[in-house]
C-alpha cells in the first residue's frame, strides 16, 4: 500500500524532504535551470504556514511504500481560477510503471479538490501541469523520454494546450526554461483563453515570487497570443508525438517478411511516373543511414503505406510518402510527421527543419495543414536518365511553431548540395534551384 504524507515544517518532515531532495530530485531534474532549490521548497512550506498564501495553497506530498519514499509530487492551488498547478511529479525509477504514478496524480487531484471545495464550496476546475516538449532537445539527458512521458500524461487524462509557453527564470542564477509544454486536464469546464492567463499570472506571483508577472518577456508572449484567441486550442498528447497510428517498422533488407508487399506499393505508385527510383536504390549504400519505414494502422493490420527519409547534416530530408487502404482519411499524416521528426531528432539533435521535394501534380493543401511552408525557390530534382524535372521545395520547422520560420538562402543552398550529392548522387557545382520573387532571406 502507499502511504502519502503532506509536508509541514516539522523537523520530521523536513529531514525527509532533504533525503527525497538528496536521494532522488537532483537526479531525476537534471536541468539546473529546472530545478528548484531545496531551500526555496522549505521557505515555501514555512511561508504556507505563515498565512502568506492566503486563499491559495502550497503543497509537497511524499509517496512512500514499505518506508521507502517511491515518489513525490509538489502542487500549488490557486483560488482565483480554482485550479492547480503540477510544478513536478515523479516516480522513483525502481517502481515505475506499476501504477505508483497514477496514485500518485489520484491524491494529488484528492488534496487539490479539498483545496479547491473548502475555498470556492465547488471542485477543483482545471489542473495544469508542465512537461519537457519532445521537439526540443536541449542537450541535458532527461530522466525520461520526453516522448514516453507525453504518452503517460496524456492517458492520465491531460490535453497539450496549443499556446507558446515557457517558464520564467526560477531564480537570477537561472535561464528561462523553452523547451516546455503546458498541459491541461479539465473537470467539465472549457479551459479559456482568460482562464490560462489568469492561472499562469498566479503561477508567476505564488510559486516563483514574481510581483508583477507583466515583467516577464515570457509572459507578455504568452498573453499577448491569448489575447488574439476566442477559445484556446488542445491537442493530444499521443498524437503529438505519433500515437496509435500509424504503426511504423523498419524495413532494413529484402529479406524482411514486409519487403515485398512495400516495394509492391512503391511500384505502383511511385514506380511508374518519372519521379521514381530504381528499386535497388532502397539497398544500396548511402554516407547516411536511409530511413525506409512499412506502415500499418494497427501492428497486425496489412501494410497500408511507406515512408522514406534522411537525416543529413544541414537538415531532414524527406523522401517518398504513401497512405492506402485503412490508414486513409483516419489522420495519420501529422503523427506520421511527428514520428519521423522525433527519428531525425534522434539521429542528430541539432536537427531544426526538414526539405522535401513535391511533384507538380501533388495536392499541396495536406502537406501545409501540417506546416510545410513551400519555399520560393525555382527547383528541379534530377532524374535517373540525368533530366531536371520541375519540382516544388517545402520546408518545415520540426516542432510546434507560432511564427512561419524560413531557412536563409545560404541554409537552403548547403542542404540542397547535401541532397544532390548523398541522395542522388550527383556531384555538381552547378546552382539548381534560384531565389524568385521576394526570395528567400539570406540572414
Not at 517502481?95 to 471542485?123: C, F, K, Q, W
Not at 530504381?278 to 497500408?304: D, G
Request: with cysteine; charged share 20%.
Amino acid at each position: 500500500m502507499i502511504h502519502f504524507r503532506d509536508l509541514a515544517t516539522t523537523d520530521a518532515d523536513i529531514a525527509a524532504l532533504t533525503a527525497f531532495y538528496e536521494d532522488h530530485y537532483a537526479d531525476e531534474f537534471p536541468d539546473p535551470d529546472e530545478r528548484e532549490s531545496l531551500a526555496n521548497m522549505i521557505g515555501y512550506l514555512r511561508l504556507r504556514e505563515q498565512g502568506w498564501y492566503g486563499c491559495n495553497n502550497y503543497h509537497i506530498i511524499l509517496a512512500s511504500m514499505n518506508g521507502a519514499t517511491v515518489g513525490c509530487s509538489v502542487i500549488d492551488y490557486f483560488a482565483g481560477t480554482n485550479a492547480g498547478m503540477i510544478e513536478f511529479l515523479m516516480v522513483v525509477p525502481a517502481v515505475r510503471n506499476t501504477g505508483v504514478g497514477r496514485a500518485i496524480l489520484a491524491e494529488t487531484e484528492r488534496v487539490l479538490n479539498s483545496d479547491a471545495t473548502a475555498e470556492t464550496g465547488t471542485p477543483l476546475a482545471h489542473l495544469f501541469a508542465e512537461i519537457n516538449d519532445p521537439f526540443v532537445p536541449t542537450g541535458t539527458p532527461d530522466n525520461l523520454d520526453p516522448a514516453d512521458r507525453a504518452v503517460i500524461w496524456d492517458r492520465w487524462g491531460f490535453r497539450g494546450l496549443d499556446v507558446p509557453y515557457a517558464q520564467p527564470a526560477l531564480s537570477e542564477t537561472q535561464k528561462p526554461v523553452t523547451n516546455l509544454l503546458l498541459i491541461c486536464k479539465t473537470f467539465g469546464r472549457p479551459c479559456t483563453p482568460r482562464t490560462v492567463r489568469s492561472a499562469v499570472a498566479d503561477y508567476l506571483r505564488w510559486a516563483m515570487r514574481v510581483e508583477d508577472p507583466q515583467r516577464c518577456p515570457e509572459f507578455r508572449t504568452l498573453a499577448a497570443h491569448l489575447a488574439t484567441l476566442a477559445s484556446v486550442g488542445t491537442f493530444s498528447l499521443s498524437r503529438y508525438v505519433g500515437h496509435p497510428i500509424p504503426h511504423a517498422r523498419p524495413l532494413t533488407a529484402p529479406t524482411d517478411p514486409d519487403w515485398a508487399a512495400t516495394m509492391e506499393l512503391y511500384r505502383t505508385t511511385f514506380g511508374i511516373t518519372e519521379y521514381g527510383i530504381p528499386e535497388s536504390e532502397f539497398i544500396r549504400e548511402y554516407p547516411v543511414p536511409l530511413h525506409f519505414w512499412t506502415l500499418r494502422r494497427t501492428p497486425a493490420s496489412a501494410v497500408a503505406g511507406l515512408v522514406t527519409f534522411f537525416t543529413l547534416s544541414t537538415a531532414g530530408f524527406g523522401g517518398y510518402g504513401l497512405f492506402t487502404g485503412d490508414l486513409r482519411g483516419v489522420g495519420a499524416l501529422r503523427p506520421m510527421i511527428a514520428q519521423v521528426e522525433l527519428q531525425m531528432l534522434a539521429d542528430r539533435p541539432s536537427t531544426r527543419g526538414w526539405y522535401i521535394e513535391v511533384t507538380p501534380k501533388t495536392d499541396q493543401a495536406p502537406l501545409r495543414a501540417v506546416g510545410f511552408i513551400e519555399l520560393p525557390v525555382r527547383y528541379s530534382v534530377p532524374s535517373p536518365n540525368g533530366d531536371e524535372l520541375p519540382a516544388t521545395l517545402m520546408y518545415k520547422s520540426i516542432g510546434r511553431h507560432y511564427s512561419p520560420t524560413l531557412p536563409a538562402e545560404s541554409e537552403v543552398g548547403a542542404a540542397v548540395r547535401e541532397v544532390r550529392e548523398v541522395v542522388y548522387g550527383v556531384h555538381s557545382g552547378k546552382r539548381f534551384f534560384e531565389a524568385v520573387e521576394e526570395g528567400v532571406p539570406d540572414r
